[in-house]
Nanobody, 124 residues
Framework: QVQLVESGGGVVQAGGSLRLSCAAS????????MGWFRQAPEKEREFVAV????????IYADSVKGRFTISRDNAKNTVYLQMNSLKPDDTAIYYC?????????????????WGQGTQVTVSS
């Protein structure tokens, strides 16, 4: 059974940085897209970023473009989210998700396995 385990969350001041990691089990990791989503209190879960398994192409939500970077290390079955210039509005639980195919988009229907999430809190 495939599992995703996020880590790296915490409390940081506005303007600071954090790097989230998502370790995946399973032999198909390298060929599938991997995404990051987040959910703030009383809000819907929203797309943050995705990296394709086919060609490494990345897509970002407009709200994080230029501040966040998604990357992957297929040898370690791990996907990362480097978050810089953090803002209080970035406060949320961050989830990684495995795409059903090598390409995936912002919609949740593209993803079939989800991690338990890691809390990120940005103080002003």
């Amino acid at each position: 059974q495939v599992q995703l385990v996020e880590s790296g969350g915490g409390v940081v001041q506005a303007g600071g940085s954090l790097r989230l990691s998502c370790a995946a089990s399973g032999r198909t990791f390298s060929i599938l897209a991997m995404g990051w989503f987040r959910q703030a209190p009383e809000k819907e879960r929203e797309f943050v970023a995705v990296i394709r398994g086919s060609d490494g192409v990345t897509i970002y939500a407009d709200s994080v473009k230029g501040r966040f970077t998604i990357s992957r290390d297929n040898a370690k079955n791990t996907v990362y989210l480097q978050m810089n210039s953090l803002k209080p509005d970035d406060t949320a639980i961050y989830y990684c998700a495995r795409g059903k195919t090598p390409v995936a988009g912002p919609e949740r229907g593209w993803y079939d396995v989800w991690g338990q999430g890691t809390q990120v809190t940005v103080s002003s």
